[in-house]
């Protein structure tokens, strides 16, 4: 079993910076993907950023290309989420989950442990 846990999250003004983080932890060998995800009232869970651990490659929803960026830390099971020049619909739930499966890909079914969320607010 590993556990998944995120943080970071809070209330910001449009435009402002805020970074989240991902931290896995127990039986994490054989994980090939971080995923971060976002979930708005009522909606699926959509992709906004997944890291390939073993290539380095990064996929993002097009919507924050640009402006989010994923990056694993110094700490080996630490996956970060820097979001900047953040919009009001960037408001939503988000989430970090794992995925032990190959390709990485963005579909949220792929994706095996996920940690409970933390709330982002963005207001104008």
């Known amino acids: 079993q590993m556990q998944v846990e995120e943080s970071g999250g809070g209330s910001v003004q449009a435009g402002d910076s805020l970074t989240l983080s991902c931290l896995s932890s127990?039986?994490?060998?054989?994980?090939?993907?971080v995923g971060w995800f976002r979930q708005y009232p009522g909606k699926e869970h959509e992709a906004v950023a997944v890291?390939?651990?073993?290539?380095?490659?990064?996929d993002y929803l097009d919507s924050v290309e640009r402006r989010f960026t994923i990056s694993r830390g110094d700490a080996e099971k630490a996956v970060y989420l820097q979001m900047t020049d953040l919009r009001v619909d960037d408001t939503a739930m988000y989430y970090c989950?794992?995925?032990?499966?190959?390709?990485?890909?963005?579909?949220?079914?792929?994706?095996?442990?996920w940690g409970q969320g933390t709330q982002v607010t963005v207001s104008s």
């Open positions: 127990g039986a994490t060998v054989g994980m090939h993907c």
């Open positions: 989950a794992t995925s032990f499966s190959l390709p990485c890909t963005m579909r949220r079914h792929d994706f095996d442990y």
């Open positions: 890291l390939s651990l073993g290539s380095g490659r990064t």
